[in-house]
């Protein structure tokens, strides 16, 4: 039987592992359904009715008859350590090499906060509320000492991560028959959420004047300047392109999936700026095959290192005239691209720019500018009032 979808309203009786049985109403036909687990198999029929008392009633005499073949051994309690334990050696590996290191370092941190012996399940809102009190104003230590305030954007990241471990728990096999968390103790539970984000966009002129100087500077900083701004792609996926990514005779280049921050590997065209400043690099940097496209200093078969690029511009801001922004950097040249292509239909703008969902384009890339803003306002329709004759009445008239 499919497994089935889980609705708010529901009632267990028996013992977990022994002879539990689960109601819960159809979520189309509101007709009450019935599941249990024999042999590792979840199973269920319908109860045919809509009666909530009866349900309860029959599931606890179902459960009274029904006694599932136990093991020889019960499963383990699961604790902090051993899920967290679990998690990295059994999916964390599938992930980027990115993603691993933040999710060591995360269950690291959440082990020395909760600590490693208090069960999964007994976590609450009120321990995730003062994790996120304590991780925001850095109030809690470690061998290392004091951690560092963050942003409740940090904070968030932090809990999404605990709530994928609690989540993954839910579906995972105990292998005795059940799973290894029967809930995930963070359902429902509000994450923090920054209220003013800063999102700076870079402005066609001081895009222009990094520009200018950037052949000078360094030709590498050249190519991923012209490239982040035609292509609106992060900055990591850019500085990991290999030569056998790019066809410069079909126009096309492939963003590989273990480079990319959401793991979505795809292709997208180039335009005829974007394939002149390749062009330029080819001269430069005559690699073939898996070659990096924009090679490190000191050694060539690899690309250029993460805070060697990220420092450049910092270096470039100067030569360039422009006065130092908190928040300007290279994702600013992504928002410049969805704000840019803002009229291309969504799903367009979505595929060339690498986003797998359209609502983060939305709230966190795509800007209005103040000319934007103040055309609708001009265009916007509007009433006027006009004189009613032989009388004070006064009738709206749409100009």
Request: proline fraction near 5%; charged fraction near 30%; aromatic fraction near 10%.
């Amino acid at each position: 039987m499919a497994r089935t979808k889980r609705s708010q309203q529901s009632y267990s009786a028996g013992e977990r592992g022994r002879n539990r049985v689960r109601v819960f109403p159809d979520s189309k036909t509101g007709i009450y359904q019935m599941e249990w687990r024999e042999k590792g198999r979840r199973l269920g029929r319908s109860l045919k009715h809509r009666d909530w008392d009866r349900a309860k009633r029959q599931a606890d005499e179902f459960a009274a008859n029904f006694v599932a073949p136990q093991s020889d051994q019960e499963p383990e309690p699961l604790t902090l350590g051993r899920l967290f334990e679990m998690y990295l050696g059994e999916v964390t590996p599938k992930n980027s090499e990115r993603h691993q290191k933040y999710a060591r370092s995360a269950a690291r941190m959440f082990g020395e906060y909760f600590g490693t012996d208090p069960l999964a399940v007994t976590l609450s809102w009120r321990d995730f509320d003062k994790f996120s009190t304590a991780r925001a104003g850095g109030i809690f230590g470690s061998g290392s000492g004091p951690w560092k305030p963050v942003k409740p954007r940090t904070v968030q990241m932090d809990l999404s991560f605990l709530s994928s471990v609690l989540n993954w728990a839910t579906t995972a096999g105990d292998g005795h028959g059940g799973f290894l968390l029967d809930r995930n103790p963070m359902k429902g539970y509000k994450l923090p959420k920054e209220k003013n984000p800063r999102r700076v966009v870079i402005t066609e002129e001081e895009y222009s004047e990094l520009l200018a100087i950037s052949k000078e500077f360094d030709w590498r900083f050249h190519v991923a300047l012209v490239l982040a701004h035609e292509t609106g792609h992060r900055i990591g996926a850019i500085r990991k392109l290999r030569w056998s990514d790019v066809d410069l005779q079909s126009e096309n280049i492939r963003w590989r999936a273990e480079h990319d921050k959401k793991g979505y590997e795809h292709v997208t065209p180039m335009s005829a700026e974007a394939r002149a400043v390749l062009e330029f690099a080819r001269e430069r940097s005559p690699g073939v095959g898996d070659a990096p496209l924009l090679p490190a200093c000191k050694d060539p078969s690899k690309p250029i290192g993460r805070y060697v690029i990220r420092d450049m511009w910092r270096k470039a801001e100067r030569p360039a005239g422009l006065e130092r922004k908190k928040g300007r950097g290279w994702h600013t040249l992504r928002r410049k691209f969805a704000s840019d292509l803002k009229d291309l239909p969504l799903r367009v703008l979505c595929d060339l720019g690498g986003w797998k969902d359209f609502e983060t384009v939305l709230t966190c890339y795509q800007q209005a500018d103040e000319g934007e803003l103040r055309e609708a306002l001009v265009a916007r329709k509007r009433v006027v009032l006009g004189p009613n004759s032989g009388n004070e009445q006064r009738e709206l008239r749409l100009l």
